[in-house]
């Protein structure tokens, strides 16, 4: 089986940083992408950052300059580097690895971690 182990998340306070990472286990191949969502009450999960196989990455408008997403292939784990947090980046964040073949409807796997809740209060 497959699986996402997620830490790193917690409590902290505006204009602090957190790090979160991601290590996959289990008979995984061909990894696309491995990136992390987030999804606050009451709203759609989102985008956060992905990172490619070819080290290409992509960021939501609300977190450029402040997050860097960053992967370790002899670990197989996906980082998350967030600095300047805001109230607002308040959420759980989910892990999430794609990749195999690609099929016309999508990737062959599309994996999930359980989430970490990262919150920014004072």
């Known amino acids: 089986q497959v699986q996402l182990v997620e830490s790193g998340g917690g409590l902290v306070q505006p204009g602090g940083s957190l790090r979160l990472s991601c290590a996959a286990s289990?008979?995984?191949?061909?990894?696309?992408?491995m990136g992390w969502y987030r999804q606050a009450p009451g709203k759609q999960r989102e985008l956060v950052a992905h990172?490619?196989?070819?080290?290409?990455?992509n960021y939501a408008d609300s977190v450029k300059g402040r997050f860097t997403i960053s992967r370790d292939n002899a670990k197989n784990t996906v980082y998350l580097q967030m600095n300047s947090l805001k109230p607002e980046d308040t959420a759980v964040y989910y892990c999430?690895?794609?990749?195999?073949?690609?099929?016309?409807?999508?990737?062959?796997?599309?994996?999930w971690g359980q989430g970490t809740q990262v919150t920014v209060s004072s």
């Open positions: 999430n690895v794609q990749g195999g073949s690609y099929r016309p409807e999508g990737w062959e796997y599309d994996y």
């Open positions: 289990g008979s995984i191949f061909s990894i696309y992408a």
């Open positions: 990172i490619t196989n070819g080290c290409t990455t």
